[in-house]
C-alpha cells in the first residue's frame, strides 16, 4: 500500500479517536483506554480491509466484524459514524437513555453492528458460526474479530478455537488486541496467555504478530490474509492501552475514565495538534 494511503488511513483514526472523545464528553464517562487500543485496527478493516457498504449494510456477500470485548464499543461507534453508517450527530447521544449507542454493541440498534456483545468470551464462538454459514452459502465474505488479551481467560475462547482449526475456517480473522492491561492490572499479574501465538498455532491456527497501532503492519497483515490455505487466522496486535492521549497511554486507571475538565481539553488539543502536524 502506498505511503499517502497509509498517511490518509492515520488520519481518519486520529479523527475516529475524536469522535470517541465526543462521545465521552456527551456521556460523562467511558472506556477510553480499550476504544483507543484498537481504534487503529478498526479503521483499518472499515476503510481498508473489508467489503462494506454504509449504504447497504445488510447486504449479502459483505464481510462481518465482530467487536467481541464489547466495552470497547466506542471504537466501533467512532468508526461506523466516519464511515457514513450514521449520521455523527447521534454520537452526542452516547449512554443516554434510548439512545441507539448504549455501552456495549447493541445488533438491534444501529446499522453496521453484527452482533450485541459484552459478555466476553462469546465473540469467537458466533464469528466461528457465521464464517460456516458463509462458506456454506458459496460466498468470499470474510469475518473479523477483535478479542482482548484480558478477554482470553474465558474458556469458550479455546473452544472456539479448536473448531475454527477443526472446521479449516480460512475465511475467519482475529485480532487479539494485546494491551497488556485490563480492569484489575496487568495481564500478566493476572492470568497470562503467552505466548500466545503458541497456543493458537497448537490448534491449527496461522498466526502473525505486529505493532497494533502500527497502521502499515496492520494494512499489510490484513492484505496478506489468508495465511495459509485451510487454516484460520490469528493476528497477535501488540498495542498500547490508551493510545493517542499521553495521560492515558499504558495506564490501566484509563480503562474507564470521567475526565475532568482540563484532562477533556488536553486529550482535544493533542489530537487537534495531531491533525494539524499531519496536514503539514
Known sequence: MKTDEIKALERIAVRCRQNVLRMIRANGSGHLGPAYS?????????????????????????????????????????VLAEAGFFDKGILDTFGHFKSPLPGHPDMHKLPGIEAS????????????????????????????????DGELAEGSN????????????????????????????????????????????GFGWATRQIRGNDMAEIVAAID?????????????????????FSKAEDQVGYHYWHPKAEEMALAEKELEDELVGMRA
Not at 477443526?166 to 505466548?195: A, C, H, W
Request: hydrophobic residues 45%; charged residues 20%.
Open 38 to 78: 484498537c481504534i487503529d485496527i478498526v479503521t483499518a478493516l472499515y476503510f481498508h480491509g473489508m467489503n462494506i457498504d454504509p449504504k447497504n449494510p445488510k447486504k449479502e456477500d459483505r464481510d462481518i466484524f465482530i467487536l467481541s470485548a464489547g466495552h470497547k464499543g466506542m471504537a466501533q461507534y467512532a
Open 117 to 148: 456483545t459484552g459478555s466476553l468470551g462469546h465473540g469467537l464462538n458466533l464469528a466461528c458460526g457465521v464464517a460456516l454459514g458463509k462458506r456454506q452459502d458459496g460466498l468470499n465474505s470474510r469475518v473479523f474479530v477483535i478479542i482482548g
Open 158 to 201: 479455546w473452544e472456539a478455537a479448536a473448531i475454527a482449526a477443526y472446521y479449516r475456517l480460512d475465511n475467519l480473522v482475529v485480532f487479539i488486541d494485546n494491551n497488556g492491561l485490563q480492569i484489575s492490572g496487568r495481564t500478566k499479574d493476572v492470568m497470562s496467555f503467552e505466548p500466545i501465538a503458541a497456543h493458537f498455532e
Open 224 to 244: 496478506a490474509v489468508p495465511f495459509e490455505k485451510g487454516k484460520p487466522n490469528l493476528i497477535v496486535a501488540n498495542t498500547i492501552k490508551g493510545k493517542g
